[in-house]
């Protein structure tokens, strides 16, 4: 852990300096009791009790001000080599550092847009404006949210190589899955079938275990951030599937489709393969149109425009999202200007971003389709992570 | 779990009586990156996705503002029975429910001091302040700090039950330590028999497991929020553990004391008996300060000068703390005024506040010895939640 942390934190020196960010201070406290989002890239999966201040700076400084009891944990890490353990107030030793490293620029963890940009507390946040009154430094803080959607965001290989894995691993969950299922299985015993897998690999699910996987089975099924419920797969239904495992600190993030052809079909019903091919060919709209230096939001206007022309309703959704530590891994999204997405719609791709691009439609009568394919950013455009699904799964 | 929030959401809705607040807002998005640490209490555990509002009002409204794709979750498990899922901005129907009520107080999810009423994060805050500019809602915007440590510090009969569950469990555990424990065993081995014992049970430790037990063995051993090391116990040494279980959802924190008898001795030495009756009086003094409208820090008072008095050092931490779904439960603090504790040890004790009682000093040549007692507070004072150690268990 401590050597993709330390990976990190190199990185985020060169952002500052990219960026021309004199300084980065993560400022915290009780993190046991959830903490910065950002805590798990530049100080791995240990506590911080007290109030604390992790500090980067564009000119290479790596200093932890952090609760005397704290210290030697933070030590042994060897991420930060400048250590202070203090007893009562952190106040004198953080102005003791801004005195000696006079940053003309002091970025802090808020941003109204991105979750994981967003880790410091709006008290926590008072706290350190009261420690900088009356000094000069209060006048330059700005938001360190583009240091940290570049830094969570651009995959080092280390990262890609996690991610991929826990795609293998979910492609060969979803194998057996499609393997077991069978006409008259409740959304819940499929979902059921899925978490057994999880746990016999000792691993853990990519978001919420409730609705991961959720499971859609048939037209009635209720489609969204809910759990598999009671309806029944029965033959002549789409059988939808949206699931992810974590494994060894990171996600994967794929929606599947499976047809159970009905009696005397050999193929399934025109609908339904419009349907397919339609959600096909608009995912594939959408990832043709990604490389390094395209907004998401034209990214999003590919796959979407590519939906309706096919005479089906505009989904309500991004076409995608950041994939990393989280499912959801912040940063910018490839989603249309609607004002819930603030400015995230309109940054661009770079190399190392890795997305999930996901769109979906309904076909009356029949179920949901919704495909979901991981890929990278590379140079020349954006390239499948695991292999995507090209065909109805059918049964 | 539903039937416990709804009970803490009913609390809520008293406490918006008593403390004459008209409206608490809790304003989050992305919880599975985080989310707010009210939100077990008044939601269970349960995501939101896109920006959300959760609203309780004193005329007792119960309210819930989600995305779309959340909306059914949060209408099947019942607690508010007003669920409104919008599909691009809360903005209009937040403003809407805010006309309708027209609450002169708008209570948001921010404190300087209590790391678990500061849930609102800075970004999220500008942004509903964003949404408020231009109305008069922008002027009443208080903290929710005094309901959201009343909500959680005063346990219902239920939640101390949970706890008491708990601290039973960790005094099992401690005890077949005990049985266990040899000269010359490492804290590292003696740590990972505590750990086999919590796994095998099931359950969770009540902190971070890297130092959950904290073991100390003997004078060099590092105390502080540091790990079971390489340190081995030895005759005529102090073994000193903190730990606690994590069970149904609620924490114990207890430090318990073994003496390893050195060759020839029928009993501890001078200064270890010295040592333990002097944390054990300063401990019985701290709790016998301990009753309603009493503050944490003449509690704290007690406890530090009977530890000086008997000539020891002053300990550098806060004599006490809330305990209940985190071993660090916010609110109050039985502590002393140090900055760095803001106002939380002038807070009052309640019935129904559930504290870990906790000091310590160090005996050169022997160790360290801590205890650490659990109780709840009641009509005429502290009950000891599990039996305290009056003695030092001997090896």
Redesign the interface.
């Known amino acids: 852990m401590s050597n993709l942390v330390l990976e990190k934190v190199n990185q985020a020196l060169g952002l500052l300096q990219e960026k021309e960010i004199d300084l980065w201070i993560t400022f915290v406290?009780?993190t046991?009791?959830?903490?910065d989002?950002v805590l798990p890239l530049i100080f791995g999966?240990?506590?911080l009790?007290?109030?604390s201040a992790l500090i980067l700076s564009r000119s290479g400084e790596r200093s932890a001000l952090v609760?005397?009891?704290?210290?030697?944990?933070v030590e042994?890490a060897g991420v930060y080599p400048t250590v202070v353990g203090y007893?009562?107030?952190?106040?004198p030793e953080l102005l003791r550092v801004l005195e000696r490293l006079a940053p003309e620029s002091i970025a802090?963890n808020?941003?109204?847009?991105?979750?994981?940009?967003?880790?410091?507390?709006?008290?926590?946040?008072?706290?350190l404006m009261?420690y900088l009154a009356g000094t000069p430094f209060a006048e330059r803080v700005i938001?360190a949210?583009g240091v940290i959607g570049a830094l969570r965001c651009r995959k080092t290989s280390g990262e890609v190589a996690r991610i991929r894995a826990a795609i293998q691993t979910t492609l060969d969950i979803y194998a057996r899955t499609f393997d077991q299922v069978q006409p008259g299985m409740s959304e819940a015993e499929i979902a059921a079938f899925m978490h057994g897998q999880i746990d016999e690999r000792g691993l853990g699910p990519a978001?919420?275990l409730?609705?991961c996987p959720t499971v859609n089975a048939g037209p009635d099924s209720?489609?969204?951030?809910?759990?598999a419920g009671a309806y029944r797969i029965e033959r002549g239904q789409l059988l939808h599937f949206d699931f992810g495992v974590q494994q060894d600190g990171f996600c994967a993030d794929l929606q599947r489709m499976v047809y159970f052809l009905a009696s005397g079909e050999s193929a399934p019903p025109e609908p339904v393969q419009r349907g397919f091919d339609a959600a096909l060919h608009a995912l594939q709209a959408a990832v043709a149109a990604m490389k390094p230096g395209v907004r998401g939001v034209d990214v999003d206007a590919a796959g979407r425009a590519a939906v309706v022309e096919a005479g089906y309703p505009e989904y309500?959704?991004a076409t995608g999202h950041h994939l990393g530590r989280?499912?959801?891994d912040?940063g910018g999204v490839l989603g249309p200007a609607?004002?819930?997405y603030?400015d995230t719609p309109f940054r661009p791709l770079e190399v190392g971003h890795v997305y999930a691009v996901e769109l979906g439609l309904a076909v009356p009568g029949y179920g949901y389709i919704g495909l979901e394919e991981d890929v990278v950013v590379t140079d020349s455009g954006a390239e499948y992570v695991g292999e995507p699904q090209v065909e109805l799964v059918l049964r």
Chains 1, 2 share one sequence.
């Open positions: 406290r009780e046991s009791a959830g903490g989002p999966d240990g506590d009790t007290w109030q609760g005397r009891f704290d210290a030697p944990a042994a007893d009562e107030s952190l106040r802090l808020y941003s109204p847009d991105d979750v994981l940009a967003d880790g410091l507390s709006h008290g926590l946040y008072q706290v009261g938001s949210a978001w919420h409730d609705h209720p489609v969204g951030h809910v759990g309500k959704h989280l499912a959801h912040g609607w004002e819930r603030g």
